[in-house]
Nanobody, 123 residues
């Protein structure tokens, strides 16, 4: 069972930036696509971004395109989410997730989850 540990959340003003990190426990990290999802209070969990096994393909929700960047470092078993131009509507708990395959095809691909990290954007 893989363990995923997120870090980097916090409180930031609107327009600011944060970088989330997710460290995975398994050496097979590079075999799997990875992603980030978020859940705001009273809302369902939603897809934010995903990256395939090599980092060569990335996918984003329309709401974050042009502002967020997902990347990975397979040597460090870590995936990142750089968040720029943050808005109050980005406030949520952000979850790192691992897909069941090396490429990403949709949000139902994710089978393992971290505990989440809170991101709060003040307006």
């Amino acid at each position: 069972q893989v363990q995923l540990v997120e870090s980097g959340g916090g409180l930031v003003q609107a327009g600011g930036s944060l970088r989330l990190s997710c460290a995975a426990s398994r050496r097979t990290f590079s075999n799997y696509a990875m992603g980030w999802l978020r859940q705001a209070p009273g809302k369902e969990r939603e897809f934010v971004a995903a990256v395939n096994w090599s980092g060569g393909r990335t996918y984003y929700a329309d709401s974050v395109k042009g502002r967020f960047t997902i990347s990975r470092d397979n040597a460090k078993n870590t995936v990142y989410l750089q968040m720029n131009s943050l808005k109050s509507e980005d406030t949520a708990v952000y979850y790192c997730a691992r897909a069941y395959d090396n490429n990403y095809s949709g949000p139902t691909d994710f089978t393992s989850w971290g505990q989440g990290t809170q991101v709060t954007v003040s307006s």
